[in-house]
């Protein structure tokens, strides 16, 4: 194992340690080694011109005004990515939709389209 040493300012240290706390890690090193693999394996995954396949999922209260119809309007502005949707009445109140769509990896805003 090779030694890393790092400073970080003291409320990234206690908002660190509560995650140590809340994850249940042994130490720092287990859970900054852990935190830097998932980094590093996301980094290695991301092939920009790679196709992907995104599945974007929401909740909202279909009362508020015009929010059903801003959601269509965005698929609608996105009809070369978007496969397919699905719209679930949760409660009286919520609504729970879930967008499949596609494309390069380069568009990752996906996420904040809809």
Same mark, same amino acid.
């Given at each position: 194992?090779?030694?890393? @040493? *790092?400073?970080?300012?003291?409320? *990234?240290?206690?908002?660190?340690?509560?995650? *140590?706390?809340?994850?249940?890690?042994?130490?720092?090193?287990?859970?900054?080694r852990d935190?830097?693999?998932?980094?590093?394996?996301?980094? @290695?995954?991301?092939?920009?011109?790679?196709?992907?396949?995104?599945?974007?999922?929401?909740?909202?209260?279909?009362?508020?005004?015009?929010?059903?119809?801003?959601?269509?309007?965005?698929?609608?502005?996105?009809?070369?990515?978007?496969?397919? @949707?699905m719209h679930?009445?949760?409660?009286?109140?919520?609504?729970?939709?879930?967008?499949?769509?596609?494309? *390069?990896?380069?568009?990752?805003?996906?996420?904040?389209?809809?």
């Amino acid at each position: 194992m090779e030694r890393l @040493s *790092i400073t970080v300012d003291k409320p *990234i240290a206690d908002a660190f340690q509560k995650l *140590i706390e809340k994850r249940g890690y042994k130490n720092r090193s287990e859970a900054f080694r852990d935190l830097l693999r998932n980094e590093l394996a996301k980094e @290695s995954l991301l092939n920009p011109e790679q196709e992907c396949v995104a599945v974007v999922s929401y909740a909202f209260d279909h009362e508020k005004a015009l929010l059903s119809k801003r959601n269509v309007e965005h698929q609608h502005s996105h009809l070369d990515m978007v496969i397919s @949707s699905m719209h679930v009445h949760a409660t009286h109140e919520t609504c729970v939709e879930a967008v499949i769509a596609k494309g *390069i990896a380069s568009r990752r805003h996906l996420g904040t389209v809809f």
